[in-house]
């Protein structure tokens, strides 16, 4: 879980940082009050989105723990393995 969270929210913190650096250029230059006032909500948007994607979501999982990640384990080798096939794979209809 560490590890995840080491290497996602760097990837989410680079997105938002990266989003909130547009939508900032907005906010300065916008000369209509509205636009600006939109964007500065929006950016604090992206802040609490990136927060709950680094925070919330894995905290959901350990305290869930959802079968088609808590339910596969690597062995020695690396390879993923799943407890049962059934609960690893989606539900398909057959109907063409």
Request: hydrophobic share 60%; proline share 3%.
């Amino acid at each position: 879980m560490r590890r995840a969270i080491h290497t996602t929210g760097l990837a989410v913190s680079f997105t938002a940082i990266t989003l909130i650096a547009g939508i900032v250029m907005w906010v300065l230059l916008s000369d209509l009050r509205f636009q600006a006032e939109a964007a500065l909500l929006l950016s604090v948007m992206v802040v609490l989105n990136a927060v709950a994607a680094m925070l919330l979501v894995p905290s959901w999982v350990l305290v869930f723990r959802p079968r088609f990640i808590c339910g596969a384990y690597a062995d020695e080798d690396g390879v993923i393995h799943v407890d049962s096939v059934t609960e690893a794979l989606p539900l398909v209809s057959s109907q063409a």
